[in-house]
């Protein structure tokens, strides 16, 4: 049984129905700056909140930049447009993760392509991502293809599921070796540690989501960090 099979099971009976995957508490000063955008009339994509939120992603990923966004699917469909990713074009991404990643791929004109799990990190496994560019990748004028479909493969993108880092330095090792672009989903992963570095610092870029339901929300929200200055203004 592949990996994520036997994953997904194992989380549908961790997870019954009707129980809240993460439920949002607010004890904080929520209250005081929501009257505060209100008062001020900054309720919008702009404003000192704003400018604040994006410094302190920067200092929790320690990233260079950050671009807040409405929501973590607008946030991956935006770095894969501005990658270049074109109609036709394919995504590596593994088979266990929330259906934002490979919506955001088909929303920028993309397929998404599943590659399967480690046990370990739940997290896409480096040795299957080799073996798939292995048999299936073909270099033609320094472009990497499929040679089964015929399309450009782009980029890979990581997944740290529920918090749990996946292996990035070894997924990026093996996207760089066939010439693409690693990137990582890390809309689970605010907060966590990978070795010592924040999970959002791996890949050229990583986005975050702030859905009510991830480690930190805004109700909804999303960023892209990276420290690409193609990307993002540094
Ligand atoms: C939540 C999530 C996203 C983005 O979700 P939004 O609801 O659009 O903010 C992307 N990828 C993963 C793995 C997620 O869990």
Known sequence: MPAYEWLTEFLLSAFPDGAALHEPTFSGNEWNYVKDCLDTGWVSSVGGYVDRFEEMLCDVTGREAAVATVNGTAAM??????????????????????????NAAVHAGAHPHFVDVETTTLGLDPGAL????????????????????????????????????????????????????????????????????????????????????????????????????ALAPV
């Open 130 to 229: 080799e073996r798939r560019l292995h048999d299936i990748g073909e270099q033609r004028d320094g472009v990497l293809m499929n040679r089964e479909t015929g399309a450009r493969i782009r980029a890979v993108v990581g997944v740290d599921v529920f918090g749990h880092p996946c292996d990035a330095p070894a997924l990026a090792k093996v996207a760089d070796d066939f010439g693409i672009t690693y990137l990582q989903d890390s809309a689970e992963s605010l907060g966590s540690l990978r070795g010592s570095k924040p999970a959002a610092a791996g890949g050229l870029a990583a986005i975050l989501s702030f859905n009510g339901n991830k480690t930190v929300t805004t109700g909804g929200g999303g960023a892209v960090v990276t420290d690409d200055e």
């Open 77 to 102: 469909h935006l770095l894969l447009v501005a990658l270049g990713v074109r109609h036709g074009d394919e995504i590596i991404m593994p088979a266990l993760t929330f259906v934002a990643t490979a």
